[in-house]
Protein backbone atom coordinates (compact mmCIF):
# COMPACT_ATOMS: atom_id res chain seq x y z
CA UNK A 1 0.00 0.00 0.00
CA UNK A 2 1.35 3.47 -0.62
CA UNK A 3 1.23 5.88 1.87
CA UNK A 4 0.16 10.08 1.10
CA UNK A 5 4.01 10.98 2.31
CA UNK A 6 5.79 8.04 -0.79
CA UNK A 7 2.81 9.84 -3.32
CA UNK A 8 4.30 13.04 -2.18
CA UNK A 9 7.84 12.13 -2.47
CA UNK A 10 7.51 9.92 -5.87
CA UNK A 11 5.77 13.47 -7.17
CA UNK A 12 7.82 15.71 -6.25
CA UNK A 13 10.96 13.41 -7.64
CA UNK A 14 9.10 13.34 -11.18
CA UNK A 15 8.46 17.07 -11.31
CA UNK A 16 12.12 17.64 -10.13
CA UNK A 17 13.43 15.38 -12.90
CA UNK A 18 11.28 16.42 -15.78
CA UNK A 19 10.49 20.46 -15.00
CA UNK A 20 13.55 22.56 -14.85
CA UNK A 21 14.99 26.35 -14.89
CA UNK A 22 15.94 27.84 -17.55
CA UNK A 23 18.63 30.43 -16.96
CA UNK A 24 20.76 32.36 -19.75
CA UNK A 25 24.37 31.28 -18.91
CA UNK A 26 28.13 32.64 -20.05
CA UNK A 27 30.08 29.42 -21.13
CA UNK A 28 33.77 29.84 -19.94
CA UNK A 29 34.76 26.68 -21.50
CA UNK A 30 33.65 23.31 -22.26
CA UNK A 31 31.64 22.15 -20.07
CA UNK A 32 31.82 24.96 -17.47
CA UNK A 33 29.37 27.85 -17.48
CA UNK A 34 28.58 31.28 -15.72
CA UNK A 35 24.98 32.17 -14.64
CA UNK A 36 23.85 35.41 -16.01
CA UNK A 37 19.53 35.74 -15.08
CA UNK A 38 17.11 32.95 -14.71
CA UNK A 39 14.65 33.61 -17.65
CA UNK A 40 11.70 31.22 -16.80
CA UNK A 41 10.63 27.42 -16.78
CA UNK A 42 10.97 25.07 -19.23
CA UNK A 43 9.96 20.57 -19.25
CA UNK A 44 10.46 17.88 -21.11
CA UNK A 45 8.26 14.59 -22.21
CA UNK A 46 11.54 12.45 -21.30
CA UNK A 47 12.48 12.34 -25.35
CA UNK A 48 15.77 15.09 -24.96
CA UNK A 49 13.13 17.69 -26.10
CA UNK A 50 11.97 20.72 -24.05
CA UNK A 51 9.18 22.79 -24.27
CA UNK A 52 8.92 26.74 -22.73
CA UNK A 53 7.29 30.06 -23.94
CA UNK A 54 9.33 32.24 -26.56
CA UNK A 55 9.33 35.21 -24.54
CA UNK A 56 11.54 33.50 -22.24
CA UNK A 57 14.40 32.99 -24.80
CA UNK A 58 13.59 35.06 -27.55
CA UNK A 59 16.58 37.69 -26.84
CA UNK A 60 19.49 37.44 -28.77
CA UNK A 61 22.47 36.03 -27.28
CA UNK A 62 26.30 37.02 -27.36
CA UNK A 63 28.89 34.35 -28.79
CA UNK A 64 29.86 33.12 -25.82
CA UNK A 65 26.12 33.21 -24.17
CA UNK A 66 23.49 30.29 -24.28
CA UNK A 67 20.01 29.32 -23.01
CA UNK A 68 20.35 26.02 -21.02
CA UNK A 69 18.55 24.54 -18.12
CA UNK A 70 20.25 23.80 -14.84
CA UNK A 71 19.74 20.45 -12.97
CA UNK A 72 20.63 18.39 -10.14
CA UNK A 73 21.04 14.42 -9.49
CA UNK A 74 17.98 12.62 -8.60
CA UNK A 75 17.28 12.03 -4.83
CA UNK A 76 19.28 15.30 -3.70
CA UNK A 77 17.78 17.91 -1.57
CA UNK A 78 19.68 21.06 -2.23
CA UNK A 79 19.11 24.74 -3.60
CA UNK A 80 22.57 24.68 -5.80
CA UNK A 81 22.59 22.68 -9.70
CA UNK A 82 25.11 19.97 -10.56
CA UNK A 83 24.67 20.12 -14.14
CA UNK A 84 24.21 22.56 -16.62
CA UNK A 85 22.28 21.52 -20.32
CA UNK A 86 22.40 23.94 -23.13
CA UNK A 87 19.20 24.06 -25.66
CA UNK A 88 19.99 23.35 -28.91
CA UNK A 89 17.92 24.22 -32.15
CA UNK A 90 15.55 26.33 -29.83
CA UNK A 91 12.96 27.83 -32.23
CA UNK A 92 9.62 29.40 -31.58
CA UNK A 93 6.25 27.76 -32.62
CA UNK A 94 6.38 27.46 -36.29
CA UNK A 95 2.38 27.97 -36.11
CA UNK A 96 3.25 31.21 -34.47
CA UNK A 97 2.37 31.04 -30.94
CA UNK A 98 4.25 32.22 -27.59
CA UNK A 99 5.81 28.73 -27.35
CA UNK A 100 9.50 27.28 -28.16
CA UNK A 101 11.31 23.65 -28.64
CA UNK A 102 14.28 22.92 -28.25
CA UNK A 103 16.30 19.74 -27.60
CA UNK A 104 18.43 18.89 -24.82
CA UNK A 105 20.96 16.68 -24.25
CA UNK A 106 19.66 14.30 -21.34
CA UNK A 107 16.86 12.69 -21.01
CA UNK A 108 15.03 10.23 -17.94
CA UNK A 109 13.01 7.48 -17.50
CA UNK A 110 10.29 9.00 -16.51
CA UNK A 111 8.18 10.47 -18.79
CA UNK A 112 4.76 12.92 -18.97
CA UNK A 113 2.14 12.86 -21.38
CA UNK A 114 -0.25 15.22 -23.31
CA UNK A 115 -3.51 14.93 -22.56
CA UNK A 116 -5.95 13.09 -25.12
CA UNK A 117 -8.48 16.23 -24.49
CA UNK A 118 -8.01 19.68 -22.66
CA UNK A 119 -8.91 20.98 -19.52
CA UNK A 120 -12.74 21.60 -19.33
CA UNK A 121 -14.40 24.94 -17.83
CA UNK A 122 -14.61 24.95 -14.37
CA UNK A 123 -11.90 21.98 -13.78
CA UNK A 124 -9.46 21.69 -11.00
CA UNK A 125 -5.14 21.68 -12.40
CA UNK A 126 -2.36 22.68 -11.02
CA UNK A 127 1.02 23.86 -12.50
CA UNK A 128 4.78 23.41 -11.47
CA UNK A 129 6.99 25.88 -11.83
CA UNK A 130 10.57 28.01 -10.86
CA UNK A 131 9.53 31.37 -9.30
CA UNK A 132 12.33 33.52 -9.64
CA UNK A 133 14.26 34.10 -6.33
CA UNK A 134 13.35 36.80 -3.92
CA UNK A 135 17.33 37.64 -3.52
CA UNK A 136 18.46 37.74 -7.03
CA UNK A 137 22.09 37.40 -6.25
CA UNK A 138 24.25 35.02 -4.38
CA UNK A 139 25.66 37.73 -1.24
CA UNK A 140 29.00 35.74 -0.79
CA UNK A 141 29.47 35.00 -4.79
CA UNK A 142 27.44 38.11 -6.12
CA UNK A 143 26.49 35.56 -8.89
CA UNK A 144 22.82 35.31 -10.01
CA UNK A 145 21.22 32.93 -8.33
CA UNK A 146 18.88 30.53 -9.67
CA UNK A 147 15.80 29.00 -7.95
CA UNK A 148 16.21 24.90 -7.60
CA UNK A 149 13.15 24.51 -5.60
CA UNK A 150 10.00 24.32 -7.99
CA UNK A 151 6.51 25.71 -6.47
CA UNK A 152 3.10 24.13 -6.96
CA UNK A 153 0.14 26.57 -7.67
CA UNK A 154 -3.44 24.79 -7.69
CA UNK A 155 -6.38 26.23 -9.13
CA UNK A 156 -9.09 26.07 -11.92
CA UNK A 157 -10.00 27.20 -15.10
CA UNK A 158 -12.36 30.36 -14.76
CA UNK A 159 -12.71 30.46 -18.39
CA UNK A 160 -11.13 29.63 -22.22
CA UNK A 161 -10.59 32.55 -24.17
CA UNK A 162 -9.16 33.93 -27.38
CA UNK A 163 -6.28 36.35 -26.51
CA UNK A 164 -3.67 38.48 -28.49
CA UNK A 165 -0.31 39.14 -27.62
CA UNK A 166 2.24 41.88 -29.05
CA UNK A 167 4.03 39.75 -31.68
CA UNK A 168 1.78 36.83 -32.44
CA UNK A 169 -1.29 35.75 -33.80
CA UNK A 170 -4.85 35.42 -31.74
CA UNK A 171 -4.16 31.75 -29.90
CA UNK A 172 -6.64 29.78 -27.31
CA UNK A 173 -5.97 30.13 -23.72
CA UNK A 174 -7.42 29.21 -20.41
CA UNK A 175 -7.43 31.73 -17.60
CA UNK A 176 -6.64 29.86 -14.28
CA UNK A 177 -7.42 30.98 -10.57
CA UNK A 178 -4.20 30.40 -9.61
CA UNK A 179 -0.62 33.57 -9.73
CA UNK A 180 1.54 32.92 -11.92
CA UNK A 181 4.68 35.00 -10.30
CA UNK A 182 7.54 35.78 -12.61
CA UNK A 183 9.67 32.83 -13.72
CA UNK A 184 6.57 30.31 -14.27
CA UNK A 185 6.54 31.25 -17.63
CA UNK A 186 7.31 28.10 -19.53
CA UNK A 187 5.62 25.67 -16.62
CA UNK A 188 3.16 22.79 -17.18
CA UNK A 189 -0.60 22.46 -16.22
CA UNK A 190 -1.83 19.68 -15.21
CA UNK A 191 -4.95 18.24 -14.85
CA UNK A 192 -5.37 17.78 -11.36
CA UNK A 193 -4.75 14.31 -9.80
CA UNK A 194 -3.00 13.03 -12.75
CA UNK A 195 0.18 13.90 -14.72
CA UNK A 196 -1.45 14.73 -18.01
CA UNK A 197 -0.36 18.12 -19.39
CA UNK A 198 -2.80 20.07 -20.51
CA UNK A 199 -0.82 23.63 -21.43
CA UNK A 200 1.41 25.78 -20.73
CA UNK A 201 1.57 29.28 -18.22
CA UNK A 202 2.26 31.95 -20.37
CA UNK A 203 1.68 35.00 -17.96
CA UNK A 204 -0.34 36.50 -14.77
CA UNK A 205 -2.75 39.42 -15.31
CA UNK A 206 -4.32 41.35 -12.43
CA UNK A 207 -7.69 43.03 -11.80
CA UNK A 208 -8.27 45.73 -9.00
CA UNK A 209 -11.76 44.81 -8.14
CA UNK A 210 -13.62 48.39 -8.11
CA UNK A 211 -14.54 50.73 -4.85
CA UNK A 212 -11.91 47.84 -2.68
CA UNK A 213 -8.62 47.98 -2.22
CA UNK A 214 -8.92 44.21 -3.43
CA UNK A 215 -6.87 42.50 -6.68
CA UNK A 216 -7.96 39.76 -8.30
CA UNK A 217 -4.95 37.70 -9.90
CA UNK A 218 -5.61 34.79 -12.58
CA UNK A 219 -2.92 33.12 -14.30
CA UNK A 220 -2.90 32.35 -18.34
CA UNK A 221 -1.76 29.39 -20.04
CA UNK A 222 -1.82 28.10 -23.55
CA UNK A 223 -4.56 25.57 -24.75
CA UNK A 224 -3.89 21.79 -24.87
CA UNK A 225 -4.45 22.69 -29.02
CA UNK A 226 -1.78 24.97 -28.80
CA UNK A 227 0.47 22.75 -27.71
CA UNK A 228 0.31 19.30 -29.24
CA UNK A 229 0.07 21.81 -32.23
CA UNK A 230 3.54 23.82 -31.85
CA UNK A 231 6.53 22.61 -33.76
CA UNK A 232 10.41 23.17 -35.28
CA UNK A 233 13.38 21.34 -35.53
CA UNK A 234 13.16 19.55 -31.94
CA UNK A 235 10.50 17.94 -33.58
CA UNK A 236 11.85 17.39 -37.11
CA UNK A 237 8.61 19.59 -37.94
CA UNK A 238 6.39 17.29 -36.66
CA UNK A 239 3.33 18.95 -34.57
CA UNK A 240 4.30 18.08 -30.82
CA UNK A 241 1.67 15.76 -30.13
CA UNK A 242 2.82 13.47 -33.52
CA UNK A 243 6.28 13.59 -32.32
CA UNK A 244 5.94 12.40 -29.38
CA UNK A 245 3.46 9.38 -30.38
CA UNK A 246 6.78 8.50 -33.30
CA UNK A 247 9.44 8.63 -30.33
CA UNK A 248 7.55 6.36 -28.34
CA UNK A 249 7.17 3.86 -30.87
Not at 69 to 84: I, K, L, M, P
Amino acid sequence: MTTNSERVIRYEDLFSALVLPISKFRRLKEGEYQPITAVGTGFTFGERTLVTCWHCVRDSLKDDEVYAVAARSQGTDQQNYDSVFELSDLERDANGSDLAIARIGFCVPMTLNLASDPAAWGEDVIACGYPMPLNTVDVQTQEPLINMNSSLFRGYVTRIREGDFPGQPTTRLYELDMPAPPGMSGSPVFRAESLEVVGVIVSEQGYEVPDTSRQMVFAYAHHLWVLEAARGAATDKLPLNEYLKRARK
